[in-house]
């Protein structure tokens, strides 16, 4: 299992934006990118800090920060550290089993549901939201 943070990209509508980060999962021959808001990385965070782990095992998130100063220096800073967290969290054997990752990663969705549709190598865009039906 693979994981690399490839992009930030500012969405905007109706007058309101924010990032988005694109993520790059490459598993069992298949890539596919998902798109992923910085406040679903805090929830698969939680999600792994509430688990029974030694202290300081789990990365540290990047911070939160207000809106009006998320410049675009400052995505591709938060990019950087949030590959950083995620390549972290995947070469930890055991947080890489669990659901919380497994769910933000859509591992069991793609596998599941797509995989006999899709050729090794073949590239795949989700741009589907976490849900909570993953971590079950």
Known sequence: LQVH?????????GGTWWWVFQVRVTTAGLSYLLVRRFSQFV?????????PLPQG???????????????????EDRRAALDVYLKAVVADRDLCQTLALQGFLELGALLGRT??????GTDVLINTGFSESHTR
């Not at 995989?115 to 090794?120: E, F, I, N, V």
Request: hydrophobic fraction near 35%.
């Open 5 to 13: 943070v490839a992009a930030c990209v500012k969405k905007e509508e």
């Open 43 to 51: 929830r698969m965070h939680e999600r792994l800090r509430a688990l």
């Open 57 to 75: 095992r789990l990365p540290p998130l990047p911070p939160k920060r207000r809106y009006a100063t998320q410049t675009e220096r400052f995505a």
């Open 115 to 120: 995989a006999s549709l899709l050729t090794p």
